[in-house]
C-alpha cells in the first residue's frame, strides 16, 4: 500500500527524475492495483525519451510492459509494431498480453502484425488469456486486406478442425463491415459448397443476415 501511493505522489509531483526509480518499482510490484498505479505515475511523468531506453534496453519484462503501456498511452509516435512483435515471442505470458492489448489498438500494424498473432493462435498448448487477446486483436484489424486474407484461409484450412474454422467464420458474421470483402465472399462459398455440416449452416446464416446477394443462387441450389 505505501510502495502504491509513493508511486502515486512521485506522478502527482511531476519528478521526472523519478522514471527510472518506478521502472524499477515495476519489476517488484507486489499485485496489480500497484502496478497500476507505477504505469499511471509514469504517465504523468511523461519522460518518453527514459521510457523508450528502458523499452529498448531493459532486461526485465515488467518494466519493458511499464515503459510500452506509458509510451502508448502518451501516444508516442516512436513506437511500432517491431516493439510489438518482439513482445509476442517473449516467453513472459504477461508480456504477450500486454502486447496484443496494445496492438487491438493500433488497428494500423496490422499488415505487419498478423503473422505474430497466427502464431500465438496456433502455438501448441497456448495460454486461454493470451488466444483470447490474440482473436481480440486480429478482430481489430478486420478493416486491413491483410487481415482479411489470413481469416479467409483460416476458415478455408481443409486440415483445421471444424471448431476452429467456425471461430474465424465468427469474424465474418461479427465484422462491421458494410460489405462482405471478395476473400471472405469466396470462403463463405467454399463453406456452402462443402461436406461440413456446421459451416454450411453457420454460412447460410452469414449470408442471409448480412445479405451476400452474389451467394444467394447456391442457397437456392441448397433449399433446391
Same mark, same amino acid.
Given at each position: 500500500?505505501?510502495?502504491?501511493?509513493?508511486?502515486? *505522489? #512521485?506522478?502527482?509531483? /511531476?519528478?521526472? %527524475? !523519478?522514471?527510472? &526509480?518506478? =521502472?524499477? +518499482?515495476?519489476?517488484?510490484?507486489? @499485485?496489480?492495483?500497484?502496478?497500476?498505479?507505477?504505469?499511471?505515475?509514469?504517465?504523468?511523468?511523461?519522460?518518453?525519451?527514459?521510457?523508450?531506453? *528502458? #523499452?529498448?534496453?531493459? /532486461?526485465?519484462? %515488467? !518494466?519493458?510492459? &511499464?515503459? =510500452?503501456? +506509458?509510451?502508448?498511452?502518451?501516444? @508516442?509516435?516512436?513506437?511500432?509494431?517491431?516493439?510489438?512483435?518482439?513482445?509476442?515471442?517473449?516467453?513472459?505470458?504477461?508480456?504477450?498480453?500486454?502486447? #496484443?492489448?496494445?496492438?487491438?489498438?493500433?488497428?494500423?500494424?496490422?499488415?505487419? =502484425?498478423?503473422?505474430?498473432?497466427?502464431?500465438?493462435?496456433?502455438?501448441?498448448?497456448?495460454?486461454?488469456?493470451?488466444?483470447?487477446?490474440?482473436?481480440?486483436?486480429?478482430?481489430?484489424?478486420?478493416?486491413?486486406?491483410?487481415?482479411?486474407?489470413?481469416?479467409?484461409?483460416?476458415?478455408?484450412?481443409?486440415?483445421?478442425?471444424?471448431?476452429?474454422?467456425?471461430?474465424?467464420?465468427?469474424?465474418?458474421?461479427?465484422?462491421?463491415?458494410?460489405?462482405?470483402?471478395?476473400?471472405?465472399?469466396?470462403?463463405?462459398?467454399?463453406?456452402?459448397?462443402?461436406?461440413?455440416?456446421?459451416?454450411?449452416?453457420?454460412?447460410?446464416?452469414?449470408?442471409?443476415?448480412?445479405?451476400?446477394?452474389?451467394?444467394?443462387?447456391?442457397?437456392?441450389?441448397?433449399?433446391?
Amino acid at each position: 500500500m505505501e510502495r502504491r501511493e509513493a508511486a502515486r *505522489a #512521485l506522478g502527482r509531483m /511531476g519528478a521526472s %527524475s !523519478a522514471t527510472n &526509480a518506478l =521502472l524499477d +518499482a515495476s519489476e517488484h510490484a507486489a @499485485d496489480r492495483f500497484e502496478e497500476h498505479a507505477i504505469r499511471y505515475a509514469l504517465i504523468e511523468l511523461a519522460d518518453n525519451d527514459a521510457l523508450i531506453e *528502458a #523499452l529498448n534496453e531493459r /532486461g526485465d519484462w %515488467s !518494466a519493458r510492459e &511499464a515503459a =510500452l503501456v +506509458a509510451l502508448d498511452q502518451l501516444g @508516442d509516435q516512436r513506437l511500432e509494431p517491431g516493439t510489438i512483435l518482439s513482445f509476442l515471442q517473449s516467453d513472459s505470458i504477461e508480456a504477450r498480453q500486454t502486447s #496484443l492489448w496494445v496492438a487491438a489498438r493500433h488497428p494500423e500494424w496490422s499488415e505487419d =502484425l498478423v503473422e505474430g498473432v497466427d502464431a500465438l493462435i496456433r502455438h501448441p498448448g497456448a495460454d486461454e488469456r493470451v488466444t483470447a487477446l490474440a482473436l481480440e486483436a486480429l478482430h481489430a484489424f478486420t478493416d486491413s486486406p491483410a487481415a482479411q486474407r489470413y481469416i479467409a484461409s483460416r476458415i478455408t484450412e481443409s486440415a483445421a478442425a471444424s471448431d476452429e474454422r467456425l471461430v474465424f467464420l465468427g469474424f465474418v458474421d461479427r465484422s462491421t463491415l458494410s460489405d462482405v470483402p471478395e476473400t471472405w465472399r469466396e470462403a463463405l462459398r467454399a463453406c456452402l459448397s462443402g461436406n461440413d455440416e456446421a459451416l454450411r449452416w453457420k454460412a447460410l446464416q452469414i449470408v442471409d443476415s448480412r445479405a451476400v446477394e452474389s451467394l444467394y443462387g447456391i442457397l437456392a441450389d441448397i433449399a433446391n
